[in-house]
């Protein structure tokens, strides 16, 4: 991959929670305008890649660049503001009073109100099933409607480069599926997806390239397509991507 290629590169780093370091020397590459999707057993450092491109947490060591632009010490609002960074984090974000409309608003308020209104409908035109559910309370939305509404509202900055994390959990399968495609829309338009996702067939199914790391380091690159084929894929989910294939 050369450098014109390359969006999100991690040079040797170092990283994890007081004395315990989660990210051990890794180093790999993302290509810009496509989607990579990070693999490994739970613990392997997956979300905090995610969460160390944000700026949420300070590598001890190594280079993270984005775009040829060293983002170490980058605060999370300017990675967003000037690089075009969104994040979309595991779980349920959202204010659960508030309705699906007032918290696309507060998604925008970096932009100012007025911008951020006159990009809603266009966010809106994504997911139809948020659309019906404008004014309700975001609480009484379903899964679904809630995870689409988070990316919504990640959309409405224009991100450049979006990080997901395990967009699949608590959904069912249809929704998955929709999210998975809406995300192959996005970088076949330019966007550049790194993808956290334990869904791992229907993932790569979606995805360009596919990264495995084990205990914090690289452990296999590959396009996507090409391990989908693998019939050992498993052992990327459950761990042991060193290790030699069962006997058959």
């Given amino acids: 991959m050369t450098s014109a290629d390359t969006c999100i590169e991690f040079d040797d780093v170092v990283a994890g929670y007081g004395e315990f370091m989660i990210l051990n020397n890794l180093s790999f590459k993302a290509?810009?305008?496509?989607?990579?999707?990070?693999?490994?057993?739970?613990?392997?450092?997956?979300?905090?890649?995610?969460?160390?491109?944000?700026?949420?947490?300070?590598?001890?060591?190594?280079?993270?660049?984005?775009?040829?632009?060293?983002?170490?010490?980058?605060?999370?609002?300017?990675?967003?503001?000037?690089?075009?960074?969104?994040?979309?984090?595991?779980?349920?974000?959202?204010?659960?009073?508030?309705?699906?409309?007032?918290?696309?608003?507060?998604?925008?308020?970096?932009?100012?109100?007025?911008?951020?209104?006159?990009?809603?409908?266009?966010v809106l035109e994504l997911f139809p099933r948020v659309k019906e559910r404008l004014h309700s309370a975001a609480s009484s939305l379903s899964g679904g409607e809630q995870k689409q509404l988070e990316v919504g509202r990640a959309l409405l900055l224009r991100p450049k480069v979006i990080l997901i994390d395990e967009p699949s959990i608590g959904l069912s399968p249809m929704v998955v599926q929709d999210v998975f495609k809406l995300l192959r829309r996005l970088a076949d338009a330019g966007t550049t997806v790194l993808m956290v996702e334990q869904n791992v067939k229907s993932a790569l199914k979606a995805s360009d390239d596919a990264i495995a790391l084990e205990s914090g380091r690289l452990v296999l690159h590959k396009p996507a397509d090409e391990l989908l084929r693998d019939p050992h894929i498993e052992r990327l989910f459950l761990g042991g991507a060193h290790a030699a294939p069962a006997p058959a």
Avoid at 61 to 88: D, K, P
Avoid at 108 to 114: A, E, N, Q, R, V
């Fill in 31 to 122: 290509a810009r305008g496509k989607i990579t999707l990070l693999l490994g057993p739970n613990g392997a450092g997956k979300s905090t890649v995610l969460k160390t491109l944000f700026g949420l947490l300070r590598p001890r060591q190594g280079c993270i660049t984005l775009n040829g632009q060293n983002v170490v010490g980058v605060g999370a609002r300017s990675l967003l503001l000037e690089h075009g960074l969104a994040f979309v984090p595991q779980g349920r974000n959202l204010f659960g009073q508030l309705t699906a409309y007032e918290n696309l608003e507060l998604g925008g308020i970096t932009l100012g109100i007025k911008t951020a209104r006159e990009r809603i409908p266009e």
